[in-house]
Every structure is written in C-alpha cells, then in structure tokens.
C-alpha cells in the first residue's frame, strides 16, 4: 500500500493512493462507513497499532472500490493526487535521524572526505519536515548557497532497540523519500578546519544549515514494505528544474538499512513512525564544479523506484 497525510483539519486526514492514482481520504469514508471509522486517525497512529490497523485500510480500500465514482468524488472521499495537499507522510514523528557519509561517491566529490568507520546521524527537528508540493522556504540569513540531498527513507513500525543485524529488517514498517535541504554556507569553515576543536565547532555549525524551518520535505507516500523487494537496489534520481543531479542506485549505500538499525538502536529507542535518513548520494551542488545552489523559483525532485516523486519549489519567505 501507498499511505500519505491529506493536508486538512489540525492533524491531516490519513490517505492512500489508489492504484488508478486517485487519493482515498479515509477520514471522509468514514462519514458514511463504519468499517473507516475504526482506522486510526494518523498514519503513526495506525503503525503503532500495527497490522490490524493496516488490514482495516485494506478492507477500506476494497470498500471505497465498490463506490458510485460521482458519489465519492463528489463527497470527496476520492479526488485526484494533482488536486491534494499533502503533508509528510507523517507529520509528526517522534524522531527524525538522518545518517550522513553513507553513499561511496558522495564521499568522493566531498573533497574525499574519509569513509567513516561506523555509521554517522543527526536529529533533525520536527519544524523542518514538510510535505511534497509544498515550498522550501529561503532563509534570508543564509539564502546563497542551498543545496540538495535527496535521500532513500525508512520507517519503524515498531519499537527497536539494541537488535541485531539479523533481525533488523523486521522493524521496518516501509520506506519514503526525504530532501536533506542544506544550507552549505558553513561547509567551507568545516574543510578548512585546523585542528580538533576548530573541526568539531565548525562541523556543529555546517549540521545547523541542515536544520531550518521547510528544510527537511518528506513524501509524497509511505510504502508499506512489503512493495519493495529489496530497498538496496532502487533508482534514486534528483532534477534540478528537470535537468538530472543525482543519479544512482541504493547498492552505493556504504552501511545499510540492517547495519544502520542495529548501529544505531544501541542509543536510540525508535517508535513507530520514527523516520531514518539513508544518506544522500553523489551529485550535491556543493560537491560540483563550480557548485550549484538553489533560489527562490527553483523546482526540486526527488524520485526513488517504487515510491514516487518527492516534489518542491522554492520560495522566499514573506
């Protein structure tokens, strides 16, 4: 299945792309249909009860099937993707980690930086999450040097913590598409760092330029993960007002999903909904010659083999 966040009402109403590619608001169906009526009301809400939550959007989904198509269009229980607002996936997870130095090349363009020895993360704030369709918003303190990260997301659909590799996967509830926006203003005081503490300060100041407001879109979908076969072999493509950026397969992924998992829930106790950040691979506007960064106008894609295509337009704040 392919669940997303309706933007409407405080909390947005939970959906799911049907396989025409019209969206089914589940809070609507229930308006007329009990069976919708018992599905939580937020997708966290509905992995933190687990397959019984999700087998009750299954049966919706034959349900709304059986529809009169004007009916439902008309009640707006279904309508066309193109015409809905959407929030990310889950707009209020508990934790957002985002692993970095995690794709082989992207080390590489990076001024070679060194491939790290254990898997490397940082929390990003709620604040930055946004949904696909919806701007990034320029920071006027730091608006020049904007870059693009599109990054292979997963999703816990169950408590974890200190598991093994071994039984890491069966943590993941299913995966989304992130853009680790970044504003690289304080990259160049990281590479040009002379000594330890210099280093440390300045990389703490580079990770902040990841942490603005609209700085971490998220979407358009969660699919669940039993749709994807094996999520270190998918096609990851980042456009840049359409011309391609990044173009690699998940295969580059120096620590993958199990390793990451089992690394990391060591600290961490993760939740349902929790989302996880994969890395970025090569092709960031910082790591070209001469770089490309982003203004306000520019249109950003994110598109990852058998999730969809995260999309966003840059914009000034008002």
Excluded at 136 to 155: A, K, L, S, W, Y
């Amino acid at each position: 299945m392919k669940l997303l966040t309706i933007d409407r009402g405080p909390h947005g109403h939970v959906g799911v792309l049907m396989p025409n590619g019209e969206v089914l608001d589940i809070a609507a169906l229930a308006l007329i249909d009990p069976v919708a009526r018992l599905v939580p009301q937020t997708l966290r809400d509905i992995l933190e009860v687990g397959p019984d939550a999700l087998d009750l959007v299954k049966r919706c989904i034959d349900r709304a099937g059986k529809l009169n198509r004007e009916e439902a269009h008309a009640k707006l229980i279904l309508r066309a993707l193109a015409d809905t607002s959407l929030l990310a996936p889950i707009p209020e997870p508990r934790l957002i980690l985002s692993v970095g130095m995690n794709y082989g090349r992207h080390l590489k363009e990076m001024s070679g930086t060194p491939t790290p020895t254990h898997p490397t993360a940082f929390i990003k704030p709620m604040s930055s999450l946004t949904g696909s369709g919806k701007p990034i918003f320029v920071p006027p303190q730091c608006p020049d040097m904007i870059d693009f990260e599109g990054e292979f997301t997963f999703v816990f659909g169950k408590p974890c913590h200190a598991v093994t590799e071994a039984d890491a996967m069966s943590y993941v509830a299913g995966y989304t598409i992130c853009n680790d926006v970044s504003a690289r203003n304080w990259a160049p005081e990281f590479f040009a760092a002379k000594g330890n503490f210099d280093a440390i300060h300045s990389w703490e100041r580079n990770i902040m330029g990841k942490l603005l407001p609209s700085f971490t879109p998220c979407g358009p979908v969660f699919v669940t993960a039993d749709e994807i076969k094996d999520p270190h072999d998918l096609q990851l493509t980042t456009t840049l007002n359409g011309q391609v950026m990044q173009s690699t397969k998940t295969d580059d992924l120096i620590f993958k999903l199990p390793a990451q998992i089992a690394y990391f829930s060591q600290w961490y106790r993760f939740s349902p909904g929790d989302i996880v950040t994969t890395g970025s691979p090569s092709g960031v506007g910082f790591g070209r010659k001469p770089p490309v960064f982003m203004k306000a106008g520019d249109t950003i894609e994110v598109e990852i083999e058998g999730i969809g295509k995260l999309s966003n337009r840059l914009a000034a704040r008002n």
